[in-house]
């Protein structure tokens, strides 16, 4: 399962120096609702190599206005704490895997 990622804890897991997967979603949303599994897979299958993580934007505006979300599910891919590509909308598995790659 992915991590719950939010203003309280996302500073830490920016200091962890690993690369970090943010999903930003909200239960109400049908393509978050796609997204969601295969947020949770890459989880699982990039354990300790990357942090993969969703933040529920009714649940945490401050982040969603940190990064300056407009739309979900909007998906950023963070290297050293910095933003290096993101999905904005529904993709498939491969399309989120390529740009988890290119941050290990």
Known sequence: MAQIINSENYEQLVATGKPIVLDFWATWCGPCK?????????????????IIGKCDVEEDEELAVKFGVRNVPSIFFIKNGEVVDKIVGAAARPAFEEKLKSIL
Do not use: C, F, K, N
């Open 34 to 50: 796609r997204v969601g599994p295969i947020i949770d897979a890459l989880a699982q299958d990039y354990e300790g190599q990357a």
